[in-house]
């Protein structure tokens, strides 16, 4: 009998079983009254960030799609300046690269599936540092100024993502 409780415990169903109550748990946690300081009855800030992470799972990722050895320095030394600049890791971003052996690297950022940086690398490695900090800072500035033109902007036409 201890051998299918053992077996049982370490099925997929039972772990899919156990993630779904957790989701449900955290969906009705989303409908409770919150008491006077604004917390929901009941909840910890630990309970909160479980439902948070629930909800997004993926946000503060930055996603690689670099081939060459100049792109993965790009990537690199642009996710160290990045985690400085988002430090809530609130953000998801993809770094695309499109080698050429005359022109060095074509590298553009998206976000959301709007490009927010895009430029040509020559194939001299040293720049790749000043450029990639340089381009933490613009696609941060990029970000919240979309968010901000998101936020004034409001259209019943159009929706989030294409305005």
């Not at 899919?16 to 006077?36: G, I, K, M, R, V």
């Not at 909160?48 to 990722?61: M, V, W, Y």
């Not at 970000?143 to 004034?152: D, G, M």
């Amino acid at each position: 009998m201890k051998a299918a409780h053992a077996r049982l415990l370490r099925s997929p169903a039972l772990l899919a079983l156990t993630l779904c109550l957790a989701a449900s748990t955290a969906w009705a946690a989303n409908d409770a009254p919150e008491n006077s300081n604004g917390r929901l009855n009941g909840s910890t800030d630990a309970e909160k960030e479980s439902r948070r992470l629930l909800e997004d799972p993926l946000t503060g990722i930055v996603i690689n799609r670099t081939v060459t050895v100049l792109g993965k320095d790009f990537y690199r030394y642009f996710v160290t300046a990045w985690r400085h600049k988002d430090g809530d890791n609130r953000y998801t971003l993809t770094i695309y690269e499109r080698p050429s052996a005359r022109w060095g690297s074509e590298i553009w950022i998206e976000y959301q599936r709007n490009q927010m940086f895009r430029i040509f690398l020559s194939p001299a490695r040293q720049a790749a540092r000043k450029i990639s900090e340089e381009a933490a800072e613009i696609v941060h500035r990029n970000i919240i100024e979309n968010e901000i033109r998101k936020a004034l902007t409001q259209s019943q036409d159009l929706a989030d993502e294409e305005l």
